[in-house]
């Protein structure tokens, strides 16, 4: 698994040297190399989760797929304020299952987490506020915990899959605005399928 997890991370840090240069050289008109921003958002994470994909096979009773969920990201402006890329950490929250495999107790849990390169486009309805559409890849991790009569085993997998969003901003002024976003991550192989984050946040361009 170790071996495979490296081949998954060189091949992401690849993609993301790709991303960018791919960036440079298709859009004509790149703002100054200074001109970055900042975003953090917190908010709500849904885990489309049943017990067979925390648990195992065979198991019965119930799951929460809800939890608090946070990202950070360092954006770099493309095209003036309408196209922007930008690379961060997402962290997911938990899904956990509780219940009985062939009559025996189970509990389970995954943890979801995901590094993420993207472009993310600004639809302006005036000079303050604008829709945000984000299409991006990811690299998403799960750790899944799993306590049967007593027993604990854990295994983790990460991907490499395609995510996207949509959300609203509105900017306060040139370097201060916020951000209300819905963002849909496939996170592969095991744990939960699927993972719907809504955050809102800040966003700070630097030196403005």
């Known amino acids: 698994m170790r071996g495979k997890c490296s081949v998954f991370a060189r091949g992401f840090r690849a993609l993301v040297v790709s991303f ?60 003036d304020k309408y196209v922007g890329a930008e690379f961060g950490y997402v962290d997911l929250g938990k899904a956990s299952a509780k219940g009985t495999i062939s009559g025996s107790a189970v509990t389970a849990t995954s943890e979801a987490t995901a590094y993420t390169a993207s472009v993310v486009g600004l639809i302006p309805f005036g000079d303050q506020l604008g829709l945000t559409i984000r299409l991006g890849v990811s690299n998403p991790k799960a750790d899944v915990t799993v306590t049967r009569a007593g027993v604990t085993t854990t295994s983790h997998a990460t991907d490499m899959k395609i995510f996207g969003g949509m959300g609203f901003q509105y900017d306060f002024s040139k370097s201060t605005g916020v951000r209300l976003e819905a963002e849909r991550f496939n996170m592969g192989s095991i744990g939960s399928p699927y993972v719907n984050l809504l955050t809102v946040g800040l966003v700070y361009h630097f030196g403005k």
């Open 20 to 79: 960018v240069s791919a960036g440079a050289l298709t859009v004509p008109l790149i703002a100054s190399a200074t001109d970055w921003y900042g975003t953090f958002g917190v908010g709500q994470a849904g885990h489309e989760a049943t017990g067979g994909d925390i648990a195992g096979a065979g198991f019965s009773g119930g799951v929460d797929g809800n939890d608090s969920g946070w990202k950070a990201m360092l954006g770099m402006v493309l095209w």
